[in-house]
């Protein structure tokens, strides 16, 4: 199947610094990626929609200005968490769309602890 | 708006026995997809079976098989002869209607295959 990555797999920030997350199609082009966020134990919460060569498209209650997001080419969309805080610790996965197609494919996941 | 209910936070199954994880949901999309992932503890995402919901079949992916009953919207999904390494967390997710793959997930059950 295809393959997306992700770098870093676990990233530790100090409070107030920018964390950048890169999300990869390897093999298959993706006008379209997604980011989501898991706390502990829990489900995964679509945070925005990446479209390449346009903005990016937010859920509701997610802060654009915190959580950049860039999709400058169809294999790569970056999430940059700005001036980070303790409580924007979680696990960050990415996710890419082939397109034609219904599958989605996940990345490895990011593990961002803020201290 | 769209809806995935999954209702049981954890499972128990003895290995080499079949195990039906539930799910439910709710859309008034006339076109919808349905899936399901497994989440080990590793955090990756895998995607184990797609039912699509003018598919006339039940969807079947070797030891997967998601038992589709479009009037009551419920995709459960059956695991046959349970083995120890199925042990992770399972998501049920749809993508609703609209040209948008975005992923809308279920809260997750927790099974454990005992030996």
């Known amino acids: 199947g295809a393959v997306v990555s992700q770098h870093p797999s676990r990233v530790i920030c100090k409070s107030g610094t920018s964390v950048k997350i890169e999300c990869r199609s390897l093999d298959f082009q993706a006008t379209t990626m997604f980011w989501y966020r898991q706390f502990p134990k829990q489900s995964l919460m679509l945070m925005a929609t990446s479209n390449e060569g346009s903005k990016a498209t937010y859920e509701q209650g997610v802060e654009k200005d915190k959580f950049l997001i860039n999709h400058a080419s169809l294999t790569l969309s970056t999430l940059t968490v700005t001036s980070a805080h303790p409580e924007d610790s979680s696990f960050y996965i990415c996710?890419?769309?082939?397109?034609?197609?219904?599958?989605?494919?996940f990345g490895p996941g990011t593990r961002l602890t803020v201290t | 708006a769209q809806k995935i209910t999954q209702t049981q936070p954890g499972m128990f199954v003895q290995e080499k026995e079949a195990v039906t994880l539930d799910c439910t949901y709710d859309?008034?999309?006339?076109?919808?997809?349905l899936f399901w992932y497994k989440q080990p503890s590793s955090g990756e995402m895998i995607f184990l079976i797609y039912?699509?919901?003018?598919?006339?079949q039940n969807a079947t992916e070797g030891r997967y098989s998601l038992n589709f009953q479009k009037a009551r919207k419920s995709a459960n999904l059956v695991i046959s002869a349970s083995q120890l390494g199925d042990s992770a967390m399972y998501f049920c997710?749809?993508?609703?209607?609209?040209?948008?793959?975005?992923?809308?997930f279920g809260k997750g059950t927790k099974l454990t295959v005992n030996p």
């Open positions: 996710s890419a769309c082939p397109g034609q197609t219904y599958e989605q494919y």
């Open positions: 039912q699509g919901s003018y598919d006339q």
């Open positions: 997710a749809m993508r609703p209607q609209g040209g948008s793959e975005k992923l809308v």
């Open positions: 859309t008034s999309d006339p076109s919808y997809g």
